[in-house]
């Protein structure tokens, strides 16, 4: 029988940045890819099992929080995010400066409540694909994961550039903490 761990993942960042896109590319709904923006409202959950590498039956199953970026939802989002997290995801959009500088005041705030101990994260540079626009380089992106003490990962939740890899590295490093 597999041995199942269960891990409660926050996704963070400001609207506009492809939160949502993320999570449905994640859980298998990319061929979905809505070109019309539906902002979130307050808090959407869903979930997804992943097989960790080099083992023949351990399973972390991520229950994903995909919260809003509107400032309006903050103070249910605070009580929200901060009880029994394992997994965060830090997401800004690569063309956008403004979605970089405010996730650098949510990591900060939100990594001032958890031990760090116990919490895994990684920052995705979202957008990728819109080369020409770009303002914030991997390099940026790299060095903001390293203040934090996560990973960083280039994505494309349209094209689901490494959006898989991004979530199953979460699950690797998970079992590794626990």
């Given at each position: 029988?597999?041995?199942?761990?269960?891990?409660?993942?926050?996704?963070?960042?400001?609207?506009?940045?492809?939160?949502?896109?993320?999570?449905?590319?994640?859980?298998?709904?990319?061929?979905?890819?809505?070109?019309?923006?539906?902002?979130?409202?307050?808090?959407?959950?869903?979930?997804?099992?992943?097989?960790?590498?080099?083992?023949?039956?351990?399973?972390?199953?991520?229950?994903i929080y995909d919260f809003s970026g509107k400032s309006v939802y903050k103070d249910?989002?605070?009580?929200?995010?901060?009880?029994?997290?394992?997994?965060?995801?830090?997401?800004?959009?690569?063309?956008?400066?403004?979605?970089?500088?405010?996730?650098?005041?949510?990591?900060?705030?939100?990594?001032?409540?958890?031990?760090?101990?116990?919490?895994?994260?990684?920052?995705?540079?979202?957008?990728?694909?819109?080369?020409?626009?770009?303002?914030?380089?991997?390099?940026?992106?790299?060095?903001?994961?390293?203040?934090?003490?996560?990973?960083?990962?280039?994505?494309?939740?349209?094209?689901?550039?490494?959006?898989?890899?991004?979530?199953?590295?979460?699950?690797?490093?998970?079992?590794?903490?626990?």
């Amino acid at each position: 029988m597999p041995s199942v761990l269960r891990c409660k993942c926050v996704v963070i960042g400001d609207t506009f940045t492809g939160k949502t896109s993320i999570v449905k590319s994640v859980i298998g709904s990319a061929n979905n890819f809505s070109k019309n923006y539906n902002m979130t409202l307050g808090v959407e959950i869903a979930s997804k099992r992943f097989k960790i590498s080099n083992t023949n039956d351990e399973i972390v199953e991520v229950f994903i929080y995909d919260f809003s970026g509107k400032s309006v939802y903050k103070d249910i989002i605070n009580k929200m995010w901060t009880s029994n997290v394992s997994l965060i995801v830090g997401v800004f959009d690569v063309t956008n400066e403004e979605s970089f500088s405010n996730l650098q005041v949510v990591l900060s705030d939100l990594t001032k409540q958890l031990n760090p101990d116990n919490t895994v994260g990684i920052i995705v540079g979202n957008k990728c694909d819109i080369a020409e626009r770009r303002c914030i380089s991997s390099k940026d992106g790299h060095q903001l994961s390293k203040r934090f003490k996560m990973c960083y990962f280039d994505c494309s939740a349209k094209n689901a550039t490494s959006i898989d890899d991004a979530f199953q590295y979460l699950a690797n490093t998970c079992t590794d903490a626990y």
